[in-house]
Each structure stands twice: as structure tokens, then as C-alpha cells.
């Protein structure tokens, strides 16, 4: 199976300020179709999750301008570039390229 | 607007069976692929199963392959999950989520599993 390594797992940001998070696959995620499979998912406290961001950079309609996705073959990372508080919550990425499609343990945003 | 509402969770012995199902609305049924995710209490998430437009295609997370089986009917606009043979390890929150990459997902229904 594909290892999705996120870092940090804990991450405390001060409002209005950046926060970066990152995710390494064991594999590349690049498919036959030259799309790359991989999503960010945020899941705030007590809600179901929601994809933020498809296809590395794509953001999902409703999704603030202030998150952004970047990377290529096996090196992704997702920015908030300023931090609100509604942000808070925890941020997976998952890979959806090798069955079975699989996440990152999950970074836990929060307020300092 | 896209709706997927779980049901069917509960508590449940291990060894026994329950069937979870979810009902869609919104959007195009049969012509999108559907998934089961889940959550145990306090852990990240986990791919569970993906099923294509017309059942033809299943795919399972080997921890469930044998045991759970994803279905649909478009006719009723409804995804199914059967699971049988249960552990204490399948005690989840389970979530149902639209395509193959997750675009949307429903609020879940948790399963219990224990003496």
C-alpha cells in the first residue's frame, strides 16, 4: 500500500499568520492520464470532513483563496496563507492513484 | 445541493452483521462512483470501499475484503454497505462520500461493535 506521510502532526499558528503543511507519498501519484491524485481533506471539530483541494492545486468551489495546494510526483504540500479561526481543525491528505487509496495521519491546526 | 445521509449504524455483537445504507440526492447518482469511508473514535480516517457507476467495479481495503460488500441501487439512489463477521476493530464512525475521490460526504453513522 502507498505511505502518506504528513508534518507536522501538530501544528499551533497565530492568527493572520502562514501555516504549511506537508505530505510525502511512498509512490508517485501520477497517473496514465498526467493528472496527479492527490487531495486534501479538512475535517473540523465535531463535522465530517471536506475536500479542500483535488488534483494538488485545485480548489473546491466554496474553499477561501487563502488555502493552496502544491507538489508533484511524490511531495505535496497544502499553505493556508493566513490563518483564520475557522481553520482549526485537522487537515488530511489522502492519494487516490494505488488501490487501496490511503491518508495521512491527519495535522492538528490550532490556535496558540 | 449534493446530500448523503447515512443510516443503519448501531451497536452490534461481535461476530454479527449490519447493513449500512445512504440515501443521495442532488446530484446525478448513476453516473458517479461511491465510497465508504470510516473513522474509529479519535483516529484519522480510512478508505473502506469504492463501487463504479453501474456495480461492475468493487475495490476493498484488505481488512474487510471477505467481509463487507458494497452495493448500490440507482434506481432508489442508494449505496449499501454490508458487513458481516464484525471485530471490535471495525467500530467506526462510517461515511459515505461521492466519487472516487471524495468530493462530498455525509454526516456518518457510527457502528459499535461489542459484547
Known amino acids: 500500500d502507498v505511505v502518506m506521510t504528513q508534518s507536522p502532526l501538530s501544528l499551533p499558528v497565530t492568527l493572520g499568520q502562514p501555516a504549511s503543511i506537508s505530505c510525502r507519498s511512498s509512490?508517485?501519484?501520477?497517473?496514465?492520464?498526467?493528472?496527479?491524485?492527490l487531495n486534501w481533506f479538512q475535517q473540523r471539530p465535531g463535522q465530517s470532513p471536506r475536500r479542500l483541494i483535488y488534483k494538488v492545486s485545485n480548489r473546491e468551489s466554496g474553499v477561501p483563496d487563502r488555502f493552496s495546494g502544491s507538489g508533484s510526483g511524490t511531495d505535496f504540500t497544502l499553505k493556508i496563507s493566513r490563518v483564520e479561526a475557522e481553520d482549526v481543525g485537522v487537515y488530511y491528505c489522502m492519494q487516490g492513484r494505488h488501490w487501496p487509496w490511503t491518508f495521512g495521519q491527519g495535522t492538528k491546526v490550532e490556535i496558540k | 445541493e449534493v446530500q448523503l445521509v447515512e443510516s443503519g449504524g448501531g451497536l452490534v455483537q461481535p461476530g454479527g452483521s449490519l447493513r449500512l445504507s445512504c440515501a443521495a440526492s442532488g446530484f446525478t447518482f448513476s453516473t458517479s462512483w461511491m465510497s465508504w469511508v470510516r473513522q474509529a473514535p479519535g483516529k484519522g480516517l480510512e478508505w473502506v470501499a469504492n463501487i463504479n457507476e453501474d456495480g461492475s467495479e468493487k475495490y476493498y481495503v484488505d481488512s474487510v475484503k471477505g467481509r463487507f460488500t458494497i452495493s448500490r441501487d440507482n434506481a432508489k439512489n442508494s449505496l449499501y454497505l454490508q458487513m458481516n463477521s464484525l471485530r471490535a476493530g471495525d467500530t467506526a464512525v462510517y461515511y459515505c462520500?461521492?466519487?472516487?475521490?471524495?468530493?462530498?460526504w455525509g454526516q456518518g453513522t457510527l457502528v459499535t461493535v461489542s459484547s
Open positions: 509512490q508517485s501519484l501520477v497517473y496514465s492520464d498526467g493528472n496527479t491524485y
Open positions: 462520500a461521492r466519487g472516487q475521490q471524495l468530493n462530498y
